[in-house]
Every structure is written in structure tokens, then in C-alpha cells.
């Protein structure tokens, strides 16, 4: 793989990366050849600095797949394609980033591909904490992305969601979530906390 012939944006953002994150993508690679699933064929560190060069050499590996001399070669067109399902396939085994996250469905959308969107979804309520969860919803543009999110709120606790009121900048979402879980999912729970939150506005 000649990093060099990806282009010279690809290029510089490949320089950039720490050589932990190198080694991660080469193995990421090896692995994908033999099918084996990433994590039983490395041993590596992953923190959010891995999640920003991933999420950077993604970027400009799908930016330089539609340039026009790279669409016209077939070979490097592959290769491009290749390393940059490597990020994803790392990023969906390891980020619980709200910004990766929308970063990964947004490209499955574009691509009309539902059944990897529906695979993105059902990462939520296992690897996201309810703050970043919220952090989707604040910020996406995409209604299937924020509904997505919302259908995962409206699952956890109730008790979790309440740390969401805390803060306002997610108290709305928190309480449209508590809403949903009192009204769609008729939780007497949310609804006790919905009448709670009444009484301390009139009181105010």
C-alpha cells in the first residue's frame, strides 16, 4: 500500500499519525484479509487521540475517492476504499464518541446502506454513555440519526436521564426523553418525574 499514491492530502494526514495508530491500521488491514475480527488479532491502546486520526484520515479518504483521476483507476480507487473501511471497521469496534458516531452514520446513509445504519444503532445503548447519546441529538442534522438516539434515551433508566436535566444544554433533551418514556412507553416512573418537574416550575 503506497500512501503517496492516495494523494497529498491522504498523504499528509498519514504522516501526521502517531505510529501506534500506523501499526493499528496495518494490523486493522491484516486482519481484514484473513477475516478475523480485530480484536482477537491485535493487542493495541485505543483513546480519543486514535478517534481524531481515524476520523481525520477517513475524512480525506473519502474526499480523494471522489476525485475524478482517482475514479477513472480502478486499483487505487480499490485501495482507497479499502483503508478506508479499515477506519471504519476500527472506529465501530472501539469509539463511543457522540462526533464519530455521526461521522459513521451519516457516510451509511449516503450510501443508502440501512442494514449497516440498523448494525451503528445498535452500538448505542452498550458502548454510550447517556451524555453522549444526548451530545448525538444536540448534534445532528439528520433526522434518522437524532431518532435513533432519542429510541436509545428513551430505553435506560429514567434515573440516568436525570443527570441530563443538570445541565442545560441537554435539559431539553432529557426531558423530551423522559416525555417519550412517560407517553409512548408508559412509564409511571417518567410520568412521576414529569409531575415532579411541574410542581418545581409553579413553585419557582
Known amino acids: 500500500m ?9 498523504e499528509k ?9 500506523k501499526k493499528m491500521l496495518v494490523g486493522a488491514l491484516q486482519s481484514a484479509v484473513s477475516s478475523a475480527p ?7 491502546s485505543y483513546d480519543t487521540q486514535s478517534d481524531w486520526e481515524l476520523s481525520r484520515l477517513l475524512t480525506a479518504l473519502d474526499e480523494q475517492e471522489k ?13 482507497i476504499r479499502r483503508l ?10 472501539q469509539t463511543a464518541s457522540a ?13 443508502n446502506d440501512y442494514n449497516k445504519f440498523d448494525k451503528l444503532a445498535d452500538l448505542l445503548p452498550s458502548r454510550f454513555s447517556v451524555g453522549e447519546i444526548a451530545e448525538i441529538v444536540r448534534q445532528t442534522e439528520a433526522p434518522q440519526i437524532r431518532a435513533v438516539a432519542y429510541e436509545t434515551l428513551a430505553l435506560v433508566p429514567v434515573s440516568s436521564l436525570l443527570t441530563l436535566l443538570d445541565d442545560p444544554i441537554y435539559a431539553e433533551i432529557g426531558i ?3 416525555e417519550q418514556q412517560a407517553f409512548e412507553f408508559d412509564s409511571e416512573e417518567a410520568r412521576q418525574i414529569l409531575e415532579q418537574l411541574d410542581l418545581e416550575d409553579d413553585g419557582e
Open 38 to 44: 480485530i480484536a482477537q488479532t491485535q493487542k493495541f
Open 176 to 178: 423530551n426523553a423522559i
Open 67 to 79: 476525485n475524478a483521476e482517482i475514479s477513472q483507476d480502478s486499483e487505487k480507487s480499490a485501495e
Open 13 to 21: 494526514v498519514w504522516e501526521g499519525l502517531r505510529p501506534v495508530t
Open 84 to 93: 478506508a473501511e479499515t477506519c471504519v471497521r476500527v472506529l465501530q469496534t
Open 2 to 10: 503506497m500512501i503517496k499514491n492516495f494523494g497529498s492530502r491522504v
Open 99 to 111: 462526533e464519530i458516531f455521526i461521522q459513521l452514520a451519516e457516510r451509511v446513509l449516503k450510501q
